[in-house]
């Protein structure tokens, strides 16, 4: 509340001690300027430093905890208001499904017929690696900023070299990894075999892929990892992901993806692991790509390692 708000109100109670006349002469003030404080010209009253002093004072010794109430709630209620997650800017394109590639039964038609026959005879599910039970409790949320609307970007190791900028994505239908980070993997492009099979979902188009590779994969945060071979997808396009990890490696994993946790866990012999999303990445990757397609995605990596 401002001061000349407080002022005005208070003003009648014996607890507020007027101030003398002001020192300085008349002629040297600014009278376009009045402090109902000092009851005279001068300054005004919000800028009074006496009025500050003497308003904290009456704080200290308990005269105005009705006021500090009152500037508490209108506090929170300002804090509840400024809570609310301001609004995404619009993409400047619709990327909605990564779908096609190898995963959805091959390159023929006739490999992606068996597959939706697959699919419509045996609904029974997959057999479980082992009975773990895998929760998300507010304990994963310690890490978590509380006002967030980010994407899962982890981090992995693919190839013996850890890879950032890493999307998770149960819409893709596919693994992949982006040309740029293939290339700062060392291999030669001579590894790469073909693919006919164009990918929908890039940029509104469809995309003929660079090739597809299988590389080991390391997943997991500390200790508690989990390795698996994988077949990505390397596709030639503008992104500000190296990687997209889609339903294929996660249905292989039986992995558990909690968005509002941001975090993925997976069953083990010897426990649940888990792999946590960084933030701070994400929100990076986001604003790139909102600016639209650039020449090439940076590709951030650690030094090369063993498992």
């Keep these: 509340m401002p001061r000349f708000e407080v002022l005005m109100q208070i003003h009648d109670h014996n607890y507020v001690h007027w101030p003398e006349k002001m020192k300085m002469q008349s002629n040297k003030r600014n009278h376009d300027k009045y402090c109902e404080f000092y009851i005279d010209h001068g300054h005004d009253t919000k800028n009074c430093f006496d009025l500050c002093n003497h308003i904290k004072d009456l704080v200290r010794r308990g005269y105005l905890g009705g006021f500090i109430k009152s500037e508490k709630l209108a506090q ?63 304990d994963d949320l310690r890490r978590i900023q509380t ?15 850890g890879m950032r900028r890493v999307l998770v994505d149960t819409g893709s239908s596919v ?101 946590r999303g960084d933030q701070r990445t994400a929100q990076q990757c986001y604003l790139l790509s909102c600016r639209g397609p650039r020449p090439a995605a940076k590709t951030l990596m650690k030094e090369a390692y063993d498992f």
């Design 76 to 138: 929170e209620e300002q804090h509840a208001e400024d809570a609310r997650p301001p609004p995404r800017a619009p993409p400047t394109g619709v990327i909605h499904v990564i779908s096609g590639g190898i995963a959805a039964g091959g390159e023929s038609s006739s490999g992606c017929k068996k597959y939706a026959r697959l699919c419509e005879i045996d609904n029974r599910g997959h057999k479980k690696k082992c009975g773990q039970t895998i929760t998300f409790t507010d």
């Design 175 to 275: 693994d992949v990894l982006f040309e740029d980070a293939f290339e700062k993997l060392g291999i030669e492009k001579e590894r790469l075999t073909p693919v006919n099979t164009t990918l929908m979902g890039f940029l509104g188009e469809s995309l003929l892929p660079t090739g597809k590779i299988t590389l080991p994969l390391l997943i997991g945060d500390g200790d508690v990892t989990t390795t698996t071979m994988v077949d990505f997808t390397v596709v030639r396009c503008p992104s500000s992901y190296n990687v997209i990890l889609g339903r294929s490696t996660l249905d292989a994993l039986q992995v558990a993806v909690s968005t509002f946790h941001l975090a993925m866990k997976f069953p083990i012999e010897y426990g649940i692991g888990v792999a």
């Design 147 to 161: 006002l967030y609307d980010d994407a899962l970007v982890i981090t992995i190791e693919v190839a013996n070299l």
